[in-house]
């Protein structure tokens, strides 16, 4: 499977301000996906991140809130802009593993917006 | 309603009991993933189903895919401790590989 290594674990932040959260994966991977999972509920899909193009945003979700980068195939980031307390959530990134088995999550980042 | 439906929500079992989990999709199925997640964590990956009646196995953990039925079940053999947490599935209905949904999870305890 690939290893994801996800940063940071946690953070409260205060209303107005820009979070972001770092993926790195130990593989080139093509294409990298962004989820939210907010209190008691399941995982949205946000965003995919292709390597040399934008993002491709899912319907609820647009760029000037969640601006993503993709410098390279093993890196992305992924920032919460002009932060409210509706954005405590969880957000994770998640590839394909190599072997084409199944997608990895990173461990998730817990925001809190107070 | 939810695209993907799991049920039951919660468990509580007595160690040693098996115990079952099923999801439904509201679409076609082009690819089924079963996760585990701990409280506030991330996901651990379990397994991946594609074909129907295709069948896998993840030490005491079975799940099937019955393609017809648009459904998974995921079966836990002789419960332990060690597997309490939320069991999420997740699902390709679009075939576009790696834009998954996914059901609200089953709360699995396990009761010593």
């Known amino acids: 499977s690939a290893v994801i290594s996800q940063k940071p674990s946690r953070d409260i932040c205060q209303r107005g301000t820009s979070l972001t959260i770092q993926c790195q994966v130990d593989s080139q991977v093509t294409m990298m996906f962004w989820y939210r999972q907010q209190p008691g509920q399941s995982l949205t899909l946000i965003a995919t991140?292709?390597?040399?193009?934008?993002?491709?945003?899912e319907s609820g979700f647009v760029i000037d809130k969640f601006p993503i980068s993709r410098p390279n195939l093993t890196f992305s980031t992924l920032t919460v802009s002009n932060m409210s307390p509706e954005d405590s959530s969880i957000y994770l990134c998640?590839?394909?593993?190599?072997?084409?088995?199944?997608?990895?999550f990173g461990s998730g980042t817990r925001l809190t917006v107070v | 309603s939810q695209e993907l439906e799991q049920s039951p929500q919660s468990l509580i079992v007595q160690e040693g009991k098996n115990l079952t989990i099923n999801c439904t999709s509201s679409?076609?199925?082009?690819?089924l993933y079963w996760y585990k997640q701990k409280y506030g964590e991330g996901l651990i990956f379990l397994m991946m189903?594609?074909?129907?009646?295709e069948e896998k196995s993840h030490e005491k953990i079975t799940a099937k895919l019955d393609e017809k039925k648009q459904q998974s079940s995921l079966h836990i053999t002789a419960s332990q401790p060690s597997h309490a947490g939320i069991y999420l599935c997740g699902a390709d209905t679009n075939n576009q590989g790696g834009k998954l949904i996914f059901g609200q999870g089953t709360e699995l305890s396990v009761k010593p």
């Open positions: 998640s590839v394909e593993n190599p072997t084409g088995y199944g997608y990895t």
């Open positions: 679409k076609t199925l082009y690819g």
């Open positions: 991140a292709n390597q040399g193009s934008e993002a491709t945003y």
């Open positions: 189903l594609q074909k129907g009646g």
